[in-house]
């Protein structure tokens, strides 16, 4: 005959067994639930994240062009143009002239040429920039372009707000003719109407010192559509880095950026000391969906080789595709999911002494009624 207790720990350790199997069960079920939940609450965030994004950059490239298009009909504008273009005619080599007036003899440093409203000669290229100078650099800082530039329509660059080399110079024909400006010039000229604006992706700009620029370029006509010139606008990248940088609900490790269909960025790594627009090169699956027309999110390994949950998308515009990534390291990812665990862990630890607890109690009862027998 078996001996009480025996009997007693025998009839106990069922209860144990299905305790620690039901915690574990329960543990396992919340923890699943809780990933999956987080899980899509992530990828629903990084995709809108991207989305976001993607629509700002939309939105800043559309009010450029529709600068473009407003100012190429604006009286002002076509007046300045005009005079501008006139006042050129009447100056001795113009180019060598107006760098020397406007570059040279600047008494501003680099980078603030635009300061000077009036040369100290008396002509009359001069009287006009006096005039119009003001309001055109007013409209560079407050429409957040780099650069304003009026072109003769013989591809004489009559006009810029910051004087830097290629002022002055002729874009159709002349040193700078190969650069962006040049060709959007060009095909601006190729194309004389209102509507339509020639878009060129952002490269560097070698008179602003090899910065990337990105051009919006319009014909100007006359009342008759008689063709007076090109207006053009340079927008600068940190106008993109404003938009692509801005690190709200990105947590610690999460970014947002453009890339090219070059495959290099568009906009600076907010990881990076350095700029990386036009110099880090991002060849990864999903960059390459992206440029492909294609949107979704996967887990991908990004340029440090660091697994990454990555939400893409293409942004057209005109002619040029660009990818907008939105990304988070997964390790960010999962850290919530370690804490979720380690509370699942405690809590069918917790079950299971519990369990314990009352197994020992129910053997403690049982041996006490079989000593009273």
Known sequence: MSAPGF??????????????????????????????????????????????????????????????RF????????????????????????????????????????????????????????????????????????????DVFLFDPEGNLVYTSLKERDFATNLGTGPWAETDLGRAFRVARGNPYPSFVAFFDFAPYAPSGGA????????????????????????????????MQVDAGLGESGETYAVGADLLMRSDSRFSEESTTLKTRVDTATVARALAGETGLEIVHDTRGVPVVSAYGPLEFED???????????????????????????????????????????????NRAESAR
């Open 7 to 68: 009997r007693g720990v025998r009839g106990v350790i069922p209860i144990l067994l299905a305790a620690l199997a039901s915690a574990a069960v329960a543990g396992v079920a919340v923890y699943l639930q809780a990933a999956t939940e987080l899980r899509a609450a992530t990828d629903d965030k990084v995709t809108a994240l991207m989305q976001v994004r993607r629509d700002a950059l939309r939105d800043y490239l559309n009010s450029v062009l529709e600068e473009t």
């Open 71 to 146: 100012w190429n009909k604006n009286r002002v504008m076509r007046a300045a143009l005009v005079e501008f273009s006139a006042a050129w005619k009447e100056l001795p080599e113009p180019e060598t002239t107006l760098q020397r007036l406007y570059i040279d003899d600047n008494p501003y440093p680099t980078g603030e040429k635009d300061n000077l409203e009036r040369a100290t000669d008396s002509s009359t290229y001069s009287d006009v920039h006096a005039r119009y100078h003001y309001w055109l650099r007013s409209f560079l800082l407050h429409r957040g372009v780099h």
């Open 212 to 243: 990337p620029a990105s051009f919006f370029a319009s014909a100007v006509l006359d009342d008759t559509g008689a063709f007076l010139g090109v207006l053009a606008f340079q927008i600068p990248a940190d106008r993109i880095n404003a938009i």
């Open 320 to 366: 040029v595709t660009w990818a907008v990534m939105a990304e988070i390291d997964e390790a960010e990812v999962r850290q919530p999911l370690v804490r979720i665990r380690g509370r699942a862990v405690l809590v069918a630890l917790i079950g299971v002494a519990l369990a314990s607890l009352l197994g020992v109690l129910v053997l403690a009862a049982s």
